[in-house]
């Protein structure tokens, strides 16, 4: 398969479900996670490729922080995108992510459309 792969994490099943199939109708695999755990261990498999994490930190709690840390160190190619409701956590978890401003949930479909299609992009002129 060569379409890009998601990796959502978010406990919320109403708000994660929706972006989930919405990201397939627009042609990518998405895996998905009610948290930090069972990421890692999607993670750590190594039998599916992971092109970006769309983690909600402020569901994760404590952890979130912890689990964007984590898969910085262990799988640096991958990339991250922090969500939450709460601005101060939300900018917290911009240290751990992507450069660009973190999403706020409720998910605006398209704007993470974008975001994912960008963050692909920049991995691949950093390829070549």
Same mark, same amino acid.
């Given at each position: 398969?060569?379409?890009?792969?998601?990796? %959502?994490?978010?406990?919320?099943?109403?708000?994660?479900?929706? %972006? *989930?199939?919405?990201?397939?109708?627009?042609?990518?695999?998405?895996?998905?996670?009610?948290? *930090? =755990?069972? @990421?890692?261990? +999607?993670?750590?498999?190594?039998?599916?490729?992971?092109?970006?994490?769309?983690? !909600? $930190?402020?569901?994760?709690? /404590?952890?979130?922080? @912890?689990? *964007? *840390?984590?898969? &910085?160190?262990?799988?640096? =190619? $991958? &990339?991250? %995108?922090? #969500?939450?409701?709460? #601005? @101060?956590? #939300? &900018?917290?978890?911009? !240290?751990?992510?992507?450069?660009?401003?973190?999403?706020?949930?409720?998910? !605006?479909?398209?704007?993470?459309? /974008?975001?994912?299609?960008?963050? +692909? #992009?920049?991995? /691949?002129?950093?390829?070549?």
């Amino acid at each position: 398969m060569n379409e890009p792969c998601v990796l %959502l994490v978010d406990a919320e099943e109403l708000v994660r479900t929706p %972006l *989930a199939q919405y990201l397939r109708e627009c042609g990518y695999r998405v895996l998905e996670a009610i948290g *930090a =755990e069972e @990421a890692q261990r +999607l993670l750590s498999g190594g039998s599916q490729i992971i092109d970006i994490v769309l983690a !909600d $930190i402020q569901t994760l709690g /404590d952890g979130g922080f @912890a689990f *964007a *840390a984590w898969v &910085r160190e262990n799988r640096p =190619e $991958i &990339r991250v %995108l922090s #969500a939450g409701t709460i #601005a @101060a956590a #939300a &900018r917290r978890a911009g !240290d751990l992510c992507e450069e660009e401003p973190p999403i706020r949930k409720p998910y !605006d479909h398209q704007l993470v459309l /974008d975001r994912i299609r960008r963050l +692909l #992009a920049e991995r /691949d002129r950093n390829r070549n």
